[in-house]
């Protein structure tokens, strides 16, 4: 029988004893917790920061929440349902990972495969990149959406070449495995292996391989033209009103981020997961082991999947930003518990969202995050511009207080902690650390979802 026949079958036999055994564990849910959902998911919506939300909970193999709040479409006031569909943005890529391992166990490549084994004439400059660097970000070539003017460019339909040609001659970053640096041209590089290697288009493979076995009727490849039943609009905050977000051709984003989904969808796509279908034991534990670098340091991402934790529940989570939307799943595996949250809104807090309904669900306690008052001198010489990655993030001093604005979202009061170290307000998971140099901050270091970032004074 065929490899697929029998992961399908697995999952369908395990998620039914889930589902058995799932009645005894009702209980399980902490009181208030559900009406803590609710709670946490209308914040934003009731303020008029954020269009809509979609979540799911599901709880020891049960579903205990998938529900829809705000609109959907706010022009012609259609409510958000558990049904709606969002762009995926990043979330794509855990995907793009699942099918470059199963046709790992196809045969048809291997993680440790170079780059030109598929792509002949990309121009590596010397420098030899795996499949494996392009699947945890440390292949070191440039990120196409860090380019200057790349979002201009992204609103018109771009070929594969057309894509490729932004990017493939800039100078690497580092060399290959040296670093770690969150990377979409690697990602789209691994959709066109998925294409050579499959013989199928990237869309195609995903939904002959995954979508349809898993009955993900909802998720598809996001293209424009076609009539998608229940797509939300997507918008973004502009002087503090809803607008409609910029146009985005999902050519662009490719297997780094094209993908359009419901929670339902999802909620299938993590059971799936937990069950262990559609790949091995052992190609599942490669996606969630922890990137090591040259210098024998690590990074708590895998293959498409940020590895942490929550006050010490192991945690595997992957967010997703693009025009628009606003997206991010964790899994609990420890805990059995997964939470899905999609938002049609640029810059929503999704994660932060997702924190809350998984501390209610956990019963862990709300703490307080401090919020010391820094040095005046020391919050002036933090103000400035930054590059972070594809985005700038302006740093401003107002008040006594200290703000960040990354391009073309809502401004977001730091905490301060200590040591140059601050807290973002709307995401205490979001560390951010200054680098000050002879009186002057010369960058700062960004930790998130079990991710190390850092920035670059530009100003």
Known sequence: MHRRSLSAIAYLAT???LA??????????PPGALARVDEIAREGIDKKKVA?????????????VARGYGRSDLENDVPATAETVYRLGSITKQFTSMAIMQLAE??????????????????TQGHKVTIHHLLNHTSGIKSYTSLPGFFLRARNDLSHNELLALFKDEPFDFEPGAKWQYNNSGFYLLGMIVEKASGQNYGDYLAEHIFQPLGMTATRYGHTRPL????????????????????????????AGALVS??????????????????????????????????????????????GDLEGRRKISHGGGINGFSTMIARYPDDRLAVI????????????VERGIAKAMLGIEEKPVADG???????????????????????????????AQPNGQPRDRLKYQSDQTFVSSTNEEIRIRFRVKDGKAEGFDVQMQGQNMSATRVD
């Open 228 to 255: 998608i039943p229940r797509r939300a609009q997507g918008y973004k905050l502009s002087l503090g009103e809803l607008v409609n977000d910029d146009p985005l051709s999902m050519t662009a984003p490719g297997a």
């Open 341 to 352: 949250v999609l938002s049609n809104t640029a810059g929503a807090p999704a994660g932060n």
């Open 15 to 17: 998620v039914a004893l």
């Open 20 to 29: 058995v055994a799932a009645a005894a564990r009702a209980d399980a849910i």
């Open 262 to 307: 419901n929670v339902l969808d999802l909620v299938k796509w993590h059971q799936a997961l937990e069950a262990g279908a559609l790949l091995s034991s052992a190609s599942y534990e490669a996606m969630y082991r922890a990137t090591v670098l040259a210098d024998g340091k690590t990074q708590a991402y895998g293959y498409g999947w940020g590895l």
């Open 373 to 403: 008052q820094a040095d005046e001198k020391l919050l002036q010489a933090l103000a400035g511009t930054y590059q972070l990655m594809d985005t700038k993030v302006e740093i401003t001093l107002e008040d006594g207080k200290l703000y």
């Open 106 to 123: 196809q045969g048809k490549l291997s993680v440790d495969d170079e780059l030109t084994k598929f792509l002949p004439d990309y121009p």
């Open 52 to 64: 809509s939300y979609a979540v799911a909970v599901v709880k020891d193999g049960r579903l205990v």
